[in-house]
Antibody, heavy 117, light 108 residues
């Protein structure tokens, strides 16, 4: 069974930074595009960022563009999200999700990011 | 930007059919995906590309897409179907993924 495990969440101050990781096992990692999706407490799903299997193409939601950077290390089967200039509005559970063709076919269990002073 | 509109809530008795709609401008020209999310859990893909089901998803879950509305239909609803449901599309113009606001399905 495919495993996707996020880590790196926690408490950050406004203006601070965090780096999330998503370790993926038991699949051919480069065959999958990967995304980050977040969910603020009591709210719906919000797509954050997407990266192609090679890492050559990246996409960002307007709400995070210029502050967040998505990347991947295919040698380590790991996806990253560098989050800078955090605001309280970034408080959410962050999920990584994999996509082979058109749909997010698998999700991690999520990691909670709390931005508060 | 492209907007997907879902009704906040739908209620249905066990054994009946639930229909959850997702509205968007000419949504029929896009591939729509549907996710189920139970409280405290990660989302699960239940329908992709308008009508296809991933392996392991019961045949009770089906999808359609026409005009400005996509629909997730759950037949013979069970208590375990009580969850939030989200639709999603790719906005190719802006190169963004877009989620609907979600629909809370309550099984009475």
């Amino acid at each position: 069974e495919v495993q996707m495990l996020e880590s790196g969440g926690g408490l950050a101050q406004p203006g601070g930074s965090l780096r999330l990781s998503c370790a993926v096992s038991r699949l051919t990692f480069t065959s999958y595009a990967m995304s980050w999706v977040r969910q603020a407490p009591g709210k719906g799903l919000e797509w954050v960022s997407d990266i192609s299997g090679s890492g050559g193409a990246t996409y960002y939601a307007d709400s995070v563009k210029g502050r967040f950077t998505i990347s991947r290390d295919n040698s380590k089967n790991t996806l990253y999200l560098q989050m800078n200039s955090l605001t309280v509005e970034d408080t959410a559970v962050y999920y990584c999700a994999r996509r082979k063709r058109t749909a997010f076919e698998g999700w991690g269990q999520g990691t909670l990011v709390t931005v508060s002073s | 930007s492209y907007v997907l509109t879902q009704s906040p809530s739908v209620s249905v008795a066990p054994g009946q059919t639930a229909r959850i709609s997702c509205g968007g401008d000419s949504i029929e020209s896009k591939s729509v995906h549907w996710f189920q999310q139970e409280p405290g859990q990660a989302p699960v893909l239940v329908v992709y590309d308008d009508t296809d089901r991933p392996s392991g998803i019961p045949e009770r879950f089906s999808g359609s897409n026409s005009g400005n509305t996509a629909t997730l239909t759950i037949s013979r609803v069970e208590a375990g179907d009580d969850a939030d449901y989200y639709c999603q599309v790719w906005d190719s113009r802006r190169e963004h993924w877009v989620f609907g606001g979600g629909t809370k399905l309550t099984v009475l």
